[in-house]
């Protein structure tokens, strides 16, 4: 089938992203709701250990349609994955293909490098300070910052609110130092 | 009965998102990795016509006090500054660049099959819980 090879190769950024910029008006009118996804894991938490927290002492049921909205995601990465997914390897900058067969990592099968995110290396320190560490530093910090990608940088930016501007860039000055300075590092352990 | 069936419409937005995330490769740690190296234009392309889409859109809603599908005017939350989008945004930035994905991919990887991303979720579920736990105590 033609169409399905055609959709099966990966999307360019201007088919993708002018996609992603209309969750923005689609959850605003099938239900007045401002696209975020990190209050999601805020949600889990009041639902599942609020111990008394007052952070965590709010009506999570009414904001359900957050956790349905990323089950939803997870779901479409199942959907993606198993039967759109592309066949072919994924092409990189060769710099930084380089950069990372330094460290070990050749295989490009995957949007997620296997020889760096699977349960055996969970175990070993980088492992576990990328996969625990990782995740610690998004959870806290999203939520520090009170929104993420989706909340500050698309939806905050879309209604022109200069705190998500900051906060945009504040995400871009992180991930650049990491990449840069700290994630050599840790790549080499 | 009904309330909860209209509920799902949510769902099948979040599986239309996801379905995008995946194919654009976003939710790529190597197309994470080059965007915070410069070796790439597609997360910038992304982020900055999803963006635009967004502003468009939310001005069209406005200019033309377009209603919701249930006949209500669109409301809008205005963020107030504090000094936690600094240092959270700052925090948050260092994760993603290690984890090559923001809240909404972690969800995307777990669904294309990488288990093991259940536990960055864990983790991240869990910073979550320490910054509720300590919020009084860090500044804003």
Redesign the interface.
């Known amino acids: 089938m033609d169409i399905l090879n055609f959709?099966k190769q990966?999307?360019?950024?201007?088919?993708?992203?002018?996609?992603?910029?209309?969750?923005?008006?689609?959850?605003?009118?099938?239900?007045?709701?401002?696209?975020g996804?990190?209050a999601?894991?805020?949600h889990?938490?009041a639902a599942c250990?609020p111990?008394k927290?007052p952070?965590?002492q709010y009506n999570w049921k009414s904001e359900?349609?957050?956790l349905?909205?990323?089950?939803?995601?997870?779901?479409?990465?199942?959907?993606?994955?198993a039967w759109?997914?592309n066949p072919a390897a994924?092409t990189?900058?060769p710099?930084?293909a380089k950069e990372?067969a330094g460290y070990g990592i050749t295989n490009?099968q995957?949007?997620?490098?296997a020889e760096?995110?699977?349960?055996q290396?969970?175990f070993t320190a980088r492992g576990l300070?990328?996969?625990?560490?990782?995740?610690?530093?998004?959870?806290?910090?999203?939520?520090?910052?009170?929104?993420?990608?989706?909340g500050?940088?698309?939806?905050?930016?879309?209604?022109?609110?200069?705190?998500?501007l900051?906060?945009?860039?504040?995400?871009?000055?992180?991930?650049?130092?990491?990449?840069?300075v700290?994630?050599p590092w840790?790549l080499a352990l | 009965m009904y309330k909860s069936l209209s509920q799902l419409k949510y769902l099948l937005a979040g599986l239309v998102f996801g379905v995008i995330f995946v194919k654009a490769e976003v939710i790529s740690w190597f197309r994470i990795q080059e965007m915070f190296r410069l070796q790439s234009f597609h997360m910038y392309g992304v982020i900055g016509s999803a963006v635009l889409v967004g502003m468009l859109s939310v001005w069209l809603i406005k200019k033309f006090n377009i209603k919701t599908i249930q006949g209500e005017t669109v409301t809008f939350q205005p963020k107030k500054f504090n000094r936690g989008q600094i240092y959270g945004g700052l925090i948050f930035g260092l994760g993603w660049a290690i984890t090559g994905a923001c809240p909404g991919p972690l969800f995307a990887q777990i669904g294309t099959g990488a288990t093991v991303i259940v536990i960055t979720l864990l983790s991240a579920i869990a910073g979550t819980w320490v910054y509720g736990k300590f919020r009084e105590k860090l500044p804003h």
């Open positions: 959709v990966p999307w360019p950024w201007y088919v993708a992203g002018p996609l992603i910029g209309l969750t923005v008006p689609v959850l605003l009118l099938i239900g007045n709701k401002s696209f996804i990190s999601s894991l805020r889990i938490c250990v111990a927290i952070f965590f359900s349609w957050n349905l909205f990323v089950a939803g995601i997870l779901l479409g990465g199942l959907i993606a994955g759109l997914s994924m990189v900058h710099a930084l990372l490009y995957s949007l997620v490098p760096l995110f699977n349960w290396a969970l300070l990328m996969m625990v560490g990782g995740g610690f530093l998004v959870g806290f910090g999203t939520r520090y910052a009170g929104g993420c990608t989706s500050h940088a698309i939806m905050g930016l879309s209604t022109l609110q200069w705190p998500s900051v906060a945009t860039i504040c995400f871009m000055i992180g991930g650049f130092v990491m990449a840069n700290f994630l840790i």
